[in-house]
């Protein structure tokens, strides 16, 4: 099972070794392929090992089924399972997967994957020999910033400029717009969850209470956060909505 974030590359790093896919939120056979997860999800697990299975969550049932399988082949890396960050629902999952599924946490690129960074000094270094650091920084203080900003998915390391920077905010927007509610299912406010953003983000850098976070993000912290940083509110039509009385 390799889970992380949407878009750091977990279904092409699956592709390079599977030795068959199945990509279970393909428009053409989507359909097709969540009918046979209710009435026959052994078939779907069918093909060369190890077999891939992409966007497994929206047929819950196959987790089941794939425990199955690993149990009655009894046999070592027979499948690989990739889906985004939004959990499947757990109503048809009856097995926790303890003894059958291995987890692979899987990030965005760092800085030497990417090669922005040529990796002179490690971590390990940093904390095992402290006195002994030694390395060079051909970047600046504009392009650090720029690379903080960028992030490491791997389809933005390869762009230039500030179409590089588009896709942290598009995340940010599918986060806020639609993910932060498909989680649960309950629908909210975009808005509120702005603020939410905004508030973890000032907050980052200290051990900030849930208590802070809820009223940083109110309708009262908002005011009073726009009144201690002297916004200049010249028109109400940018107001969130619920802020105006």
């Not at 009435?39 to 794939?66: C, M, T, Y």
């Not at 051990?207 to 993000?217: E, H, R, S, V, Y």
Request: glycine residues 8%.
């Amino acid at each position: 099972m390799i889970e992380g974030a949407k878009w750091c590359g977990k279904t092409t790093t699956a592709e390079q070794i599977a030795g068959s896919i199945l990509y279970m939120a393909d428009p053409e056979k989507e359909q097709q392929n969540l009918t046979m997860a209710e009435i026959s999800p052994g078939r779907l697990l069918k093909g060369k090992i190890p077999r891939l299975i992409d966007e497994w969550q929206i047929a819950p049932k196959l987790w089941d089924a794939v425990r199955f399988e690993v149990d009655h082949r009894d046999e070592m890396g027979q499948f690989i399972l990739t889906g985004a960050a939004v959990p499947a629902s757990y109503e048809h999952i009856h097995h926790t997967g303890t003894g059958c599924f291995s987890w692979i946490l899987m990030r965005p690129m760092s800085l030497y994957e990417s090669l922005d960074s040529t990796g002179e000094v490690s971590l390990k270094v940093l904390f095992e020999t402290p006195d002994q650091i030694e390395g060079e920084n051909s970047l600046d203080l504009n392009q650090v910033a720029f690379l903080v900003c960028r992030g490491g998915w791997p389809r933005a390391t390869d762009l230039k400029g500030e179409v590089a920077l588009e896709q942290a905010f598009e995340y940010y927007d599918a986060v806020v717009k639609s993910d932060i509610s498909r989680a649960d299912g309950i629908i909210r406010n975009p808005e509120r969850v702005k603020r939410l953003m905004r508030s973890y983000a000032r907050n980052q850098g200290s051990q900030a209470t849930n208590t802070l976070l809820k009223f940083d993000g109110s309708d009262w912290g908002w005011r009073l956060r726009i009144q201690k940083e002297g916004w200049s509110i010249c028109s109400s039509d940018w107001l969130p909505e619920g802020l105006i009385e």
